[in-house]
């Protein structure tokens, strides 16, 4: 377990609900049983909070990426090569966008979204190519096929139950969207 990255609730002055918990290892049953100072059910509504930022952002990424390869008459190597691009790009964008706006120099900013998104977006992004390529036809289909849109949209729900686990654990851990969470007051 990684200690150094959780203090004490008394250098959190911005967390609220605390009071009269400072025995908090105890109350919680240890550190890997709460998340950013939430616990229990908490711990999976701040994962699934963080799945669906980088969700988000990777759909826009994925989509932007198969208009533009089509567009293009890219095959579909070479478009879901784009798409994927396309997603760490907007996936670490959305983050940024909020960290810049929480006062964080741009070099800090970029040092939080690649901390707090990479793993994420790369869960997501091999889980949800992974299952547009064993969907039948989900590759060749077009954007105006409702194959195209049914498989997409079944891939990204697939990979946000497979993704949010791996948020909770490492939010769990002070790490990923815990990251985040540091620098919003």
Known sequence: MEHEAHETHETHDHHTGHEGHENHEEHHGGHAGHAAHGGGTASWSMAAKATLHCLTGCAIGEVLGMIIGTALGWGNAPTMVLAIALAFFFG????????????????????VALAADTLSILVMEIVDNGVLLLV?????????????????????????????????????????????HRHHH
């Open 92 to 111: 670490y964008a959305l983050t940024l966008r909020g960290v810049l706006a929480a006062g964080l120099d741009l070099r800090s900013a970029v040092r």
């Open 136 to 180: 039948p036809g989900a590759m060749d289909a077009h954007l105006d096929d409702v194959l195209f849109w049914g498989a997409l949209a079944f891939a990204f729900a697939v990979a946000f139950l497979v993704t949010t686990p791996v948020n909770k654990w490492m939010i769990g851990r002070g790490k990923g969207h815990a990251v985040v």
